[in-house]
């Protein structure tokens, strides 16, 4: 299984970025699909999951609001559309899938078991 992870660039404060997931086989393989990201010096951390088989969505609480996880069963992607983009936000994120539930631990949203399943990330830096 492939996944390669787009999107990504250089964006002020307050602007938007679409991310996008993309995998060699169909999205409907798998249970749940996840985006990460991994700052300079931080440990990675779950920013969003949808379960692909209902479409529930999850969160992490220092994005809600400003992030949005959806499906594209045309593009055979997940896309995340971020809003009002911080410096804190500035980071590698990564999407992940595998046969697995969102769960959220400690506030992130995660895939449990832990995927099998990465994309290399594609690098979000928000600058003035």
């Known amino acids: 299984v492939q996944l390669q992870a787009s999107g990504g660039g250089l964006v002020q404060p307050g602007g938007s970025l679409r991310l996008s997931c993309a995998g060699s086989?169909?999205?409907?393989?798998?249970?749940?699909v996840g985006w990460y990201r991994q700052a300079p010096g931080k440990e990675r951390e779950g920013v969003s999951c949808?379960?692909?088989?209902?479409?529930?969505?999850y969160y992490a609480d220092s994005v809600k609001g400003r992030f949005t996880i959806s499906r594209d069963d045309v593009k055979n992607t997940v896309d995340l559309q971020m809003n009002s983009l911080k410096p804190e936000d500035t980071a590698r994120y990564h999407c992940?899938?595998?046969?697995?539930?969102?769960?959220?631990?400690?506030?992130?949203?995660?895939?449990?078991?832990?995927?099998?399943?990465w994309g290399q990330g594609t690098l979000v830096t928000v600058s003035s």
């Open positions: 086989e169909l999205i409907l393989d798998y249970s749940a």
């Open positions: 949808i379960s692909v088989v209902d479409g529930t969505t």
């Open positions: 992940a899938r595998d046969f697995a539930a969102c769960a959220v631990v400690d506030g992130h949203p995660v895939l449990r078991p832990d995927p099998r399943y």
